[in-house]
C-alpha cells in the first residue's frame, strides 16, 4: 500500500516536472514498480505520457504479435516467446524481452476468483498438515524437525506434535495421539497432497490412498480427502494455524529440547491457544466451541492403532543391526542373518514373529546403543569357547590330561585356570615331558597342575638342566625386532696377561 502523500508526490514528480521513473524511484529511495503503480493509478493521461516518454525498443515491431500470441495462449512462458520472437528476426537478450514484456503489460490478467465461505458441521471435518521448523544440531550430525498438525474445522481446536522425521510412522502416530487428545474422531479429514496419504493423483479424480493410511481410516471409521492441486482455500483452517503455531508458540520455545518442546505443545494447545476467539463468534472461545464439538466426534477404539514401521536389516558378523544413522545390539547368536526392526517411541527387533531385543529410541547420530545382557552373554559364550579351544589342544597333545582333568572336576577345581598352566607346561616342556609328568602324577594319586610341574622339575632336575625361565616381551615392535649383537669378552679377562707398561694398570 503506497502512503498517499508518497504516491502525490511521484505523480508531481512525473507528470508535471517531467521526471523519469528510475530518477523518481532514486530520489524518493523507493522501488521502480513503486512509482510506476502510483502513475498508473493517476489514470489514462498519466500512463499515456510515460508512454510518450518512453525510449524506443527493438521490441516494438512486434508488439501486434506478441498480444495476438498471448490472447491465444495467456500461459505462454516469456522464455518460449522469446525463442519464437528471435526466429522471426528479434534481437534482443531475454532479460531485456521480459522486461519490456511486463512493462507492456501484453499478458491478460486472470480475473480474481470469488470463493463462498466454507463453513462445516460439529465433528464434522478436520485438516492436517506438515510444518517444517528447521534443521537442529543433535550429538553426531544434524536432524531437521518436523511439527504435525491437525486442527478441528469446527471450533479451530489445535493438536501439534513435533518430530525428527516426517516418515510414515511419525504421520500415523500424530493422527492417534491428535484423536486421543479430542477425545474423538471427526468423520472426514483433509489432507495435502502427501506422500504419506496420496501415491499417485490421476486427473481430478483418480486417486491412489497409502495402504496404511486406508488401514488407519479403517480402524478409525473417518473419510479421508485430499484437497484438489494448487487450492489452498480448501483447507485454509489448517494454514492459519501453522502461521499461528510459529507466531504464538515457537519463538519463545525454539531452544527446547524434544521431549521439553512437546509438553509445551500441549500444555499450549490445551490452554493458551484454546483460550482465543472463535472466529465465527468472537464472543465464544474455540474451547467453547470445542466442547459443542467434542460430543459429536466419533468414539475412539478400545485400541490405538499401530502405528510402528517394519524395516528388514542384516546383522553381519558383530551383534548389532544399523538403523536410522545408529546401531543397536541383538544376542549374539542372532548373527548373519536378516532381522526385522519395529520402531516408533521404541525400536523392537525380531527375529520372524519372536522379539529378542529392543531399546530405547535415539534420535542422535552415530551412537551405539547396547543392552548389557547382551555384551554378557557375549563374554560367557567366548570365554566358554575359549576353555573348549584350550581343552581340544591340551588333549590332542596330551591324551592322558583328560582323566587329570576329569579328577579336577570331580573336586570342584576351576578348570580354566588349570587348563591354563598345563599348557604353559606344554610349551615349556614338551609333549613327551608333560604326558610322563601327567602319568606320574595320577599313579601318584595327586592329580593337580602343581603336582605336574613338581614331577618335571624332579626329572629335569635328574638330566642336569637348569630351570627353564620364562621370558615375557612387551607386545612394542622395536623390542621384539631388536637384534643383539654378541661381542667377544676376552678382551675383559686381564689376569695374568695384563701389560706392566700399562700406566692404567693398577700395579
Known sequence: M??????????????????????????????????????????GPASGAERVRRRPSRLDP????????????????????????TRRGYAGGPDHFR?????LGLRPRRAPEAFFELRTLPGEQGQVDWAHFGVREVPGGRRTLWAFVMVLSFSRQLFAR???????????????????????????????????AVLERVG?????????????????????????????????????????????????????DLGALNREADRWCREIAARRPWPQDRRRTVEQAYRQERRLLAPLPAEPFPC???????VRRTPYVAFDANRYSVPHD???????????????????????????????????????????ALRHAKHKARLHRDQHRLLRAVPGAEKLLAALGQRQHHLATAVTRLL????????????????????????????????????RHRRGRPPAIPVTLPDDPRVRELVVVPHPLAGYDLGDHADPDDPDDPE
Open 308 to 314: 510402528h514401521e517394519t524395516v528388514a536389516v542384516a
Open 62 to 85: 512486434y508488439v501486434p504479435w506478441l498480444r495476438e500470441q498471448l490472447t491465444l495462449y495467456p500461459s505462454l512462458p516469456a522464455n518460449q516467446l522469446h525463442d519464437m520472437a
Open 162 to 196: 513435533f518430530v525428527y522425521d516426517a516418515r510414515l510412522p511419525s504421520f500415523l502416530a500424530g493422527h492417534v495421539e491428535a484423536f486421543a487428545a479430542f477425545g474423538g474422531v471427526p468423520r472426514r479429514l483433509l489432507y495435502d497432497n502427501l506422500k504419506s
Open 424 to 459: 604353559r607346561l606344554l610349551d615349556e616342556h614338551g609333549r613327551d615331558e608333560l604326558q610322563t609328568a601327567v602319568a606320574e602324577a595320577l599313579d601318584a594319586g595327586s592329580p593337580h597342575p602343581d603336582t605336574v610341574r613338581l614331577v618335571l622339575d624332579r626329572r
Open 99 to 103: 522486461h519490456r514484456l511486463a512493462e
Open 2 to 43: 503506497i502512503a498517499p502523500e508518497l504516491s502525490a508526490e511521484i505523480r508531481r514528480l512525473g507528470l508535471v516536472e517531467g521526471w523519469r521513473r528510475g530518477t523518481i524511484a532514486r530520489h524518493l529511495g523507493v522501488h521502480h514498480s513503486t512509482v510506476t503503480r502510483a502513475l498508473a493509478a493517476a489514470g
Open 204 to 256: 481430478t479424480s483418480g486417486i491412489r490412498y497409502h495402504p496404511r493410511l486406508l488401514e488407519l481410516a479403517d480402524y478409525y471409521g473417518y473419510e479421508p480427502r485430499p484437497v484438489a492441486p494448487r487450492r489452498g482455500n480448501e483447507k485454509g483452517r489448517v494454514e492459519r494455524a501453522i502461521r499461528y503455531l510459529r507466531g504464538a508458540f515457537w519463538p519463545l520455545r525454539a531452544h527446547l
Open 334 to 376: 542372532r548373527i548373519a542373518r536378516t532381522l526385522t526392526v519395529a520402531d516408533l517411541a521404541e525400536v523392537r527387533i525380531l527375529d520372524r514373529h519372536e522379539l529378542i531385543a529392543r531399546h530405547r529410541r535415539s534420535w542422535d547420530k552415530g551412537r551405539v546403543i547396547e543392552d548389557p545382557a547382551h555384551l554378557a
